[in-house]
């Protein structure tokens, strides 16, 4: 099994910034993608960033700049640094990895529990 816990989440006034942090455990051979996703009430979860392994890191459109997704693959740990956030930020951030299993060598995707972020204007 693997387990993904994140943090960073929390409440920030517009123009601030938040950085999460997601760490993957367990019985982990290599992860070959971490990455973050976003559900804000009412809408479909939607992929904010990730980062490949050997690939260069994919962002939505809204990011427009503002957001860093790094990878730390000795840690199995994913960071996502947002600056200038905005009200329309506000979600649960969901951390998601790729992993391939030590026990069976099998890829499989797993997802974090979430955490909230919440932007005042």
């Known amino acids: 099994q693997v387990q993904l816990v994140e943090s960073g989440g929390g409440l920030v006034q517009a123009g601030g910034s938040l950085r999460l942090s997601c760490a993957a455990s367990?019985?982990?051979?290599?992860?070959?993608?971490m990455g973050w996703y976003r559900q804000a009430p009412g809408k479909q979860r939607e992929l904010v960033a990730s980062s490949t392994i050997g690939d260069l890191p994919d962002y939505a459109d809204f990011v427009e700049g503002r957001f860093t997704i790094s990878l730390d693959n000795a840690k199995n740990t994913v960071y996502l640094q947002m600056n200038n956030l905005k009200p329309e930020d506000t979600a649960v951030y969901y951390c998601?990895?790729?992993?391939?299993?030590?026990?069976?060598?099998?890829?499989?995707?797993?997802w974090g529990q979430g955490t909230q972020v919440t932007v005042s204007s």
């Open positions: 367990g019985s982990i051979f290599s992860i070959n993608r």
């Open positions: 998601t990895a790729l992993v391939v299993m030590a026990t069976t060598y099998t890829p499989y995707n797993y």
